[in-house]
């Protein structure tokens, strides 16, 4: 874990701290070869590219925002939109991010494979 995003969670004010820290735990945990860094004001996580950012002022949900989220292969029913690139992952809860955390890893080292295919 980055300690600029440690730093960043430290100051966080928001219902879904918990929930988004948990999630940055799930996403880093998935695939060694991803990053995290504070880009936009908001936690990212990285590799060969901008993978996601939390939208940090979301307070019913955790959202995470995949940039290019519409290019990652595989059938992921979680990842929202239907936009050129953007696709958003929202959780709700921790009970929600543990019923959702096999795609969530899957997500992650799916963005790690392309990119290196790419």
Not at 3 to 28: F, G, S
Not at 43 to 52: D, H, I, L, Q
Not at 70 to 89: C, N, Q, V, Y
Request: charged content about 30%.
């Amino acid at each position: 874990m980055a300690q600029e995003v440690d730093d960043w969670m430290a100051t966080y004010d928001n219902p879904m701290k918990e929930t988004v820290q948990a999630m940055r735990e799930v996403i880093l945990a998935a695939d060694p070869r991803i990053s995290e860094c504070i880009k936009w004001s908001a936690p990212t996580f990285t590799y060969k590219g901008n993978m996601a950012s939390f939208f940090p002022k979301s307070k019913k949900h955790a959202s995470l925002m995949f940039h290019t989220g519409a290019a990652i292969p595989g059938d992921f029913p979680s990842l929202e939109g239907d936009g050129k690139e953007a696709r958003t992952l929202k959780v709700a809860s921790l009970e929600d991010l543990a019923a959702k955390r096999d795609e969530v890893e899957a997500i992650a080292r799916a963005w790690c494979d392309s990119r290196d295919e790419a």
